[in-house]
């Protein structure tokens, strides 16, 4: 499999001031996104999970380079876009495009659909005037509008129809790559499956490659080929969609699939809950060793001394537990 996109060790850090009480203002950095490496192969989606405040949006912007990274590598088709100016990254805009989460504050509401997907093909100087029209036109029909849709404004559409326009105009500079950040999260349950199985539809259709954001751990299942599950800015684990929820090694993942409801009733009323005790530590003073260690029953001195480092256990399945040191092959990020 061909690797579109490397990330490596990659971080965002916010700095912050704050009055202290004593000392005037006291300057700290807010951790966001903290040493985080994984790939990401053509024509997969690589879901992405964790509680709110654990930095998947803030790593998804960090990729797509609307946040400069703090440090690190984000490599994009074999290029090292890490260190480039706006005016450089032109080129890589047309192949990379971002679904945002609410897709109503995401479209302007003073242009109408066709002048907001016809903004993303600006760049494209070998489509004329008609051409870009008669494409809106294809690209709103790919989604599932019709032309009539063209000529109106965001606030004369349902949340779930928005968010097809969002999608249209990611398609509209035909983009390899898309950054689809919590895009259902917004929208009725009802809707929410008609838009993923759009997703999906799209993926085949046009060879497209997703970075899938979101809560809803039964939906990323069912869209991902990968997992990947993030805690306080890091990646604690990562493997195959169907080895991660059934066979989770991180005391923190096995928490959360221990939440993915089941169809069936009777085994529904069987399956144990986990649930972990405490509140998420804070990104500006996270504790040291493992990030989990001060909610992690199964924590010892090495968890709270000593970081653990991100490697493969068994074939393809990645974690960053010390209770699985013993079981640890060489180094290597996937």
Known sequence: MNTILSVKNLKKYFP??????????????????????FDIYEGETLGLVGESGCGKTTLGRTIMRLYDPTGGKIIFKGDDITEL???QLHPYRKDMHMIFQDP???????MTVSEIIMESMINDTALSASQRKEK??????????NSDHATRFPHEFSGGQRQRVGIARSLAANPKFIVCDEPISALDVSI??????????????LGLTYLFIAHDLSMVQYISDRVGVMYLGRMVEL?????????????????????????????????RRIIVEG????????PSGCAFNTRCPRATDKCRGVAPSFTEVTP???????????????????
């Open 104 to 110: 109503y504050a995401s479209l302007n509401p003073r």
């Open 85 to 87: 100016d706006q005016k």
């Open 136 to 145: 809106v036109l294809e690209l709103l029909d790919l989604v599932g509008l």
């Open 192 to 205: 929410q499956a008609q838009v993923v199985n759009l997703l999906k539809d799209l993926q085949k259709r």
């Open 239 to 271: 493997a195959s969609s169907e080895e991660l929820y059934k066979s989770p090694l991180h005391p923190y993942t096995t928490a959360l699939m221990s939440a993915v409801p089941v169809p069936d009733p009777d085994k529904e009323r069987q399956k």
């Open 279 to 286: 509140e998420v530590p804070s990104p500006i003073n996270p």
């Open 316 to 334: 393809n399945h990645f974690v960053a537990c010390h209770l699985f040191d013993n079981e640890k092959k060489e180094e290597k990020i996937q």
């Open 16 to 37: 912050i001031k704050r009055e202290g009480k004593f000392f005037g203002v006291k300057h700290d950095v807010l951790k966001a996104v903290d040493d985080v490496s």
